[in-house]
């Protein structure tokens, strides 16, 4: 799979400048940081309520309290079983609630992984959450190129490496570290996201509620507050994982296979090789795994033709929900996604989606993932290693490679992929769709409302980081960053209408 290095505008110019990259924050590591003030949990008999608006003025300093999120907390009594070990999703994932959760690391182990964080090695913590202990749990860092690039100490010809520079790095947290079935509030996994690269907040979170809202099976997201032995870390997402766990949620018949980053059809325009699927498996790997579900679909794609790709399109996946996917993903531009094609000598690879197939109907569906990149290339200022050339449908040199933008990036156009060229002539169908997610996910009053919402949930978190660590958004940047992603939605409304 082609790894593309994802960075924001103002950081692919620091990559530009030189041949020999070497890029880092300005920041301070996380043994540098102040202790937070107020990170106790909020209990049901003392509440603070989030202000109804966003204040026009912005404090000099965080307010001696730092009024949180609406939030319950149920204290265990000594013979209790501890709610996490039966409370729901749900709770977690609550649009109305901003969590904290606080790790305890052994100084040497967190400084093992602060020296290389790019090595995603995880080590032994323990969780603390409204005021129950869970552990052990791994710890690690996670993400990509994209994600590491402008915090680590040094980046060479697309390589990331050396220590940690930013104050957040994204997370991974393993529940049942220790080998037991042991679940928090029914999962397993827990994934913060540093947004180090969206000065919003917002994106990730706005655009997979939008996917949620058109109906396509989708990862929860909210946003939560990190304390990592004993000091704030910073605001993170926190993004559900997509596993089995959320295919037994989502789908009727949820025990099929669920398949990362492999799209139905290769670079060749053939079906995906057997090989190529059971390497992106994360579900039924160990049960002699039968990939021919979702090798059969393209196959059949194929040798209907296009008088016979609507039948194929209904039997073996669900094509109002294939098109309303198309519809959000465009609109939120996310060009690090399953529509952009990144091209080298090796071929063309597409990634950041996930397939699943339910076994039961034989149908797929595609599921939208990593929406970091997400948003950044509505406006005139594009991130040049992520922007796709083409508009929904077109086709740029005959689907042949070529470059695009300063860098001479290659890619390939989406519409020469036989899956989603056999999308397009359903332009009809596509449009009401648009008209419905103008009209209502997607409409300016709703997604304001949402925007504000959310700016009131999160802002104390922001000022409180902002005052503690040096490469943390101020609330004033901060709030100018979320006034002009509302002017690249109403770009983007433009456009789609």
């Known amino acids: 799979m082609i790894a593309p290095l994802r960075c924001s505008p103002a950081r692919a110019a620091a990559l530009l400048a030189a041949p020999l990259v070497m890029v880092a924050c300005a920041g301070v590591a996380a043994d540098d940081a102040v202790t937070a003030p107020n990170t106790d949990p909020v209990s049901d008999a003392a509440v603070e309520t989030v202000p109804d608006t966003v204040p ?12 949180t999120a609406v939030a319950t907390t149920v204290a265990p009594t000594a013979d209790a079983e501890p709610r996490a070990a039966f409370g729901d999703a749900d709770y977690l994932y609550a649009q109305d609630r901003l969590h904290t959760f606080e790790f305890t690391v052994p100084e040497a182990s967190l400084a093992s992984i602060d020296a290389d ?6 080590v032994e913590a323990s969780m603390m959450f409204e005021g129950e202990e869970i552990g052990p749990v791994g710890l690690r860092y996670k993400g990509s190129v994209g994600s590491f690039v402008g915090c680590t100490s040094e980046t060479v010809d697309l390589e990331v490496g050396g220590e940690k520079t930013c104050t957040k790095l994204s997370m991974k947290v393993k529940i049942n570290w220790d080998g037991t079935d042991r679940e928090f509030y029914g999962v397993r996994r ?73 799209w139905p059809f290769d670079s060749a325009f053939g079906p995906r090789s057997q090989e190529d699927l059971l390497g992106a498996l994360r579900t039924n790997e160990d049960d002699e795994p039968d990939v021919s579900i979702i090798s059969s679909f393209a196959r059949e794609l194929l040798a209907a033709g296009p008088d016979g790709q609507r039948a194929v399109l209904e039997q073996r996946a669900d094509l109002d929900d294939l098109l309303a996917y198309t519809v959000v ?13 990144y091209c080298s000598e090796n071929g063309c690879g597409n990634q950041n989606f996930y397939w699943y197939e339910q076994p039961e109907d034989r149908t797929v569906h595609l599921i939208p993932w990593d929406l970091d990149a997400a948003f950044e290339n509505i406006g005139p200022d594009k991130n040049p290693f992520t922007a796709v050339a083409d508009e929904w449908g077109s086709r740029t ?39 419905e997610f103008l009209a209502g996910p997607f409409s300016q009053a709703t997604v304001d409302a949402k925007i504000d919402e959310w700016v009131a949930q999160i802002e104390p978190a ?15 940047d901060w709030l100018t960053a979320v006034e002009s992603f509302r002017t690249d939605l109403a770009t983007s409304r433009n456009g789609l209408g």
Request: glycine share 6%; charged share 25%; aromatic share 10%.
């Open 397 to 435: 040199a005959d689907c042949e490679i070529f470059a695009f933008e300063e860098l001479d990036r290659l890619q390939r156009s989406a519409a020469c992929d036989p899956l989603v060229a056999s999308l397009i002539p359903f332009e009809a169908e596509r449009q009401a769709i648009v008209d």
């Open 117 to 122: 964080p790019s090595a995603e090695e995880y």
């Open 329 to 341: 993903d465009r609109a939120i531009r996310h060009d690090d996604g399953p529509f952009h094609w």
């Open 462 to 476: 922001v000022a409180e980081a902002s005052s503690l660590h040096a490469d943390a958004i101020s609330v004033s």
């Open 56 to 67: 026009n003025t912005v404090p000099d300093s965080v307010p001696e309290t730092v009024p």
């Open 190 to 262: 827990l994934q913060f996201h540093s947004q180090n690269l969206d000065a919003t907040n917002l994106h990730e979170r706005l655009g997979y509620w939008l996917f949620d809202e058109m109906g396509i099976e989708t990862p929860r997201s909210t946003h939560a507050r990190v304390v990592v032995n004993g000091e704030f870390v910073g605001l993170f997402g926190l993004t559900e994982q997509v596993d089995g766990r959320f295919t037994r949620d989502r789908f009727d018949d949820g025990k099929g296979n669920l398949y990362k980053g492999e």
